[in-house]
């Protein structure tokens, strides 16, 4: 199982960014996916979630300018962000809690699957 991330870049503050991930790999289904971002010295925080009811939940410092969706029929979740701020300036992960089959029996197995990660540099 592979999560790839696009999108990240050079914008401007007040500027908007679209990031997309996308999952890869045999699986059983998808359950929540979400956005991670980590700026330099900083923690790695929460930005938002989405359930695979799509049920959101951002972070305060993002609501109401992030927005989290999901196409559940390409395993892809995106996070379109607006009114971009120096402060978001940041590396960009997704994440996901995958179901798959545990080798070749019938059982199934959750676990968290994380991309890579993309840069998010917003410049003031």
């Known amino acids: 199982v592979q999560l790839q991330a696009f999108g990240g870049g050079l914008v401007q503050a007040r500027g908007s960014l679209k990031l997309s991930c996308a999952v890869s790999?045999?699986?059983?289904?998808?359950?929540?996916m979400g956005w991670y971002r980590q700026a330099p010295g900083k923690q790695r925080e929460l930005v938002a979630t989405?359930?695979?009811?799509?049920?959101?939940n951002y972070a305060d410092s993002v609501n109401g300018r992030f927005t989290i969706s999901r196409d559940n029929a390409k395993n892809t979740v995106y996070l379109q962000m607006n009114s971009l701020k120096p402060d978001d300036t940041a590396v960009y992960y997704c994440?996901?809690?995958?179901?798959?089959?545990?080798?070749?029996?019938?059982?199934?197995?959750?676990?968290?699957?994380w991309g890579r990660g993309t840069q998010v540099t917003v410049s003031s």
């Open positions: 994440n996901a809690h995958i179901v798959r089959f545990v080798g070749s029996s019938d059982y199934l197995k959750s676990d968290v699957y």
């Open positions: 790999g045999s699986i059983f289904s998808i359950n929540t």
């Open positions: 989405i359930t695979s009811g799509d049920s959101t």
